[in-house]
């Protein structure tokens, strides 16, 4: 079974598409993350949740809008996508908000590569 | 900004050998922990040490970290040719607000 599963594995678009990735984890945990990896490999925190609410939006432009349904899910919505937003998008998940726990491990969906022609 | 940064950027070795990564800080932390990502793949968590350990071991892995020095050390010991990954360190920064940052990733190469 697959812990943390994101659709689609790879995306590609015309520049000023709107798109979105889905991630859902079976692990029943509370925290969920989306990241950003670019070319060099830096991976960069976009955004957190915790129980469906809002914990992390790390100065992410606002065409990045995520919503999580419930705390198994949370997915990212990109409005008007830019050359730049060519990246892989991972989202992770961890037992507890690592504001109030950081001694835990994240686990880690396979990416959506996105690529914005 | 980045917080974790390792040492080398690329390595490669022979099968058999033992693989040293490094990883330097900035801040105080409250663990650091390691992470292997496979090509096309996701990352995989392999370790993690708190900042009042100095050593912890895990089958083939042995992590150090030296919080006088702000860094860590990730060894491989016997390297397979399955090791080849880019392996990175992440750090849960301590005090008030804790975020874990990942540094940028040292890419192992283990040649058969």
């Known amino acids: 079974d697959t812990a943390v599963s994101q659709t689609p594995k790879y995306l590609v678009t015309q520049m000023g598409n709107d798109k979105s990735i889905k991630c859902e984890q079976n692990?029943?945990?509370?925290?969920m993350y989306w990241y950003k990896q670019d070319s060099k490999k830096f991976l960069k925190i976009m955004f957190s949740?915790?129980?469906?609410?809002?914990?992390i939006n790390e100065t992410v432009p606002n065409r990045f809008s995520p919503k999580s349904p419930d705390k198994a899910h949370l997915n990212l919505h990109i409005n008007s996508l830019e050359l730049g937003d060519s990246a892989v998008y991972f989202c992770?998940?961890?037992?507890?908000?690592?504001?109030?726990?950081?001694?835990?491990?994240?686990?880690f969906g396979d990416g959506t590569r996105l690529s914005i022609l | 900004s980045q917080q974790g940064e390792e040492d080398p950027q690329a390595l490669s070795i022979q099968e058999g050998e033992n693989a040293t990564m490094n990883c330097s800080y900035k801040?105080?932390?409250?663990?650091l922990q390691w992470y292997r990502q496979n090509s096309g793949r996701g990352l995989v968590h392999l370790i993690l040490?708190?900042?009042?350990?100095r050593e912890k071991h895990s089958g083939r892995l042995r992590v150090t970290l030296d919080t006088s020095k702000k860094s860590s050390s990730l060894l491989i010991t016997a390297s397979r040719a399955a090791d080849t990954a880019s392996y990175f360190c992440?750090?849960?920064?301590?005090?008030?607000?804790?975020?874990?940052?990942f540094g940028i990733g040292t890419k192992l190469q283990v040649i058969p």
């Open positions: 992770a998940s961890s037992q507890d908000w690592q504001g109030r726990n950081s001694n835990q491990p994240q686990h």
């Open positions: 692990l029943g945990h509370d925290t």
């Open positions: 949740y915790n129980n469906k609410e809002l914990i």
């Open positions: 801040t105080s932390i409250n663990n």
């Open positions: 040490i708190r900042s009042n350990e």
């Open positions: 992440a750090t849960a920064n301590s005090g008030g607000y804790q975020k874990v940052t």
